[in-house]
Structure formats: structure tokens, C-alpha cells
């Protein structure tokens, strides 16, 4: 089954609104991650945030995790026509089974920024 | 600086062939991951690669199997390919492993058919 799960699944709105984006996951997680993907510059890494952190920021784009509730949210704000892609959250535990982490990936929420 | 190459980009083989697919790292990257994303189970962690040695490993069966060269380029081969192997494959570079921010290919698309 999914480790992370991405709420919701498509999401459509106007540009200059915010975006927020969910992620839940199972787990005991080392880090958190997310990432953009567009047809036009494939995936690209946004931001890592760690599991003793709370908040991350990085330009328009603010990520939060809790642990105890084990989900983490991705808030775009003043959303712009170029922020259309499909988001994905990626959780990296660590792993004793064999490998030393686990990186997986949930399904992606669709972002659509009309003009 | 160059950013991460993948090679071919797309790709057409039939059932029961063998693939192989190319990527190399940007310079000074150690460590090669690389992904399955299908639009039915998403995007899947396939293996690692640092310093040669493959370091993490995903859930996926030994018909997958990557080497990592000296100078960190990395190559993944798929034997006896099935339908349901279609996807697109990307890899990724990062200089201390998957977990920390990796920079990401365009990608191989295969189609099997």
C-alpha cells in the first residue's frame, strides 16, 4: 500500500490564490520531501523537511509536518499559471529490513492554475 | 553545469527482450537512484547506486538490475521485458543519497508492446 497519500487528488484554481496540498503517510518517517512535475522540466525537487522540524519555507512554497498526526502540508501562495503540475510527497524511513531506507512516493495531486 | 542525462528518452522493445537504459549523474554526484512511473502504481523507488556499490534497493523483481561506473555513470538493465513494464523510467543524482535532495532526468520512456 501507498506510504504517502496525497489530498486531494485535483485541485483547480485561479491564479493569485494559495494552494494547499496534503500528504499522510504510515510510517515512522526519517525525512519528507516534495517534488513538482511538469511535462515541459520532469521532477524537480522542492523542498526536504526533516522529521524534528515543524515548518520549512522556501520562496512562495511552505511545507509543515506533524509527526503525531503523521501528515504534512505543501502551501503555494499567489499561485501563478506556471505552478500547473502534479505534486508528489516521498517519505524516506529508515529500513533495517535488507536496504537502509525506504523511499516512497504517493500518487500526486494534479494542481491546475487557471490565468 | 550540466544537469542529469538520460538515455535513450524513448524507447520501443518487444516482449522478451532485454533494455538498457543510460544516466549520467551531474559531475561530482556520487550517489544514482532510479524510478518506475506508471500511471497505475505511480512513481516507485528501483535502486540506488553509490560509489559503484548499490546501496538501497526497491521492491521490485531481479529482471531489474543497474551498475554504477567509476565515473558515477550509471546504466539499468530490464531482462525479459513484459507489457506491464511500459512506463517511464527516471533517474536521479544526489551527492550524499536518496533522502537528500536529488536532481532528477527527463527520463526514458519504454513502451513494450
Known amino acids: 500500500s501507498q506510504q504517502g497519500e496525497e489530498d486531494p487528488q485535483a485541485l483547480s484554481i485561479q491564479e493569485g490564490e494559495n494552494a494547499t496540498m496534503n500528504c499522510s503517510y504510515k510510517?515512522?518517517?526519517?525525512?519528507l520531501q516534495w517534488y513538482r512535475q511538469n511535462s515541459g522540466r520532469g521532477l524537480v525537487h522542492l523542498i526536504l523537511?526533516?522529521?524534528?522540524?515543524r515548518e520549512k519555507h522556501s520562496g512562495r512554497l511552505r511545507v509543515t509536518l506533524d509527526t503525531s498526526k503523521k501528515s504534512s502540508s505543501l502551501l503555494i501562495t499567489a499561485s501563478r499559471a506556471a505552478d500547473t503540475a502534479s505534486y508528489f510527497c516521498?517519505?524516506?524511513?529508515?529500513?533495517?529490513?535488507?536496504?537502509?531506507?525506504?523511499?516512497?512516493f504517493g500518487k500526486g495531486t494534479l494542481l491546475t492554475v487557471n490565468p | 553545469k550540466a544537469g542529469v542525462t538520460q538515455t535513450p528518452r524513448y524507447l520501443i522493445k518487444t516482449r522478451g527482450q532485454q533494455v538498457t537504459l543510460s544516466c549520467s549523474p551531474i559531475?561530482?554526484?556520487?550517489?544514482v537512484s532510479w524510478y518506475q512511473q506508471t500511471p497505475g502504481q505511480g512513481l516507485q523507488f528501483l535502486f540506488e547506486?553509490?560509489?559503484?556499490?548499490?546501496?538501497n534497493k526497491g521492491n521490485f523483481p531481479g529482471r531489474f538490475s543497474g551498475r554504477q561506473f567509476s565515473n558515477s555513470r550509471s546504466e539499468m538493465n530490464v531482462s525479459t521485458l513484459e507489457l506491464g513494464d511500459s512506463a517511464l523510467y527516471l533517474c536521479?543524482?544526489?551527492?550524499?543519497?536518496?533522502?537528500?535532495?536529488?536532481?532528477f532526468g527527463q527520463g526514458t520512456r519504454l513502451t513494450v508492446v
Open positions: 559531475s561530482g554526484h556520487r550517489s
Open positions: 510510517t515512522s518517517i526519517n525525512n
Open positions: 523537511i526533516r522529521s524534528n522540524e
Open positions: 547506486y553509490f560509489s559503484e556499490t548499490q546501496r
Open positions: 516521498a517519505t524516506v524511513e529508515f529500513h533495517s529490513g535488507g536496504s537502509n531506507y525506504k523511499l516512497t
Open positions: 536521479a543524482s544526489s551527492l550524499r543519497g536518496i533522502g537528500t535532495e536529488a536532481f
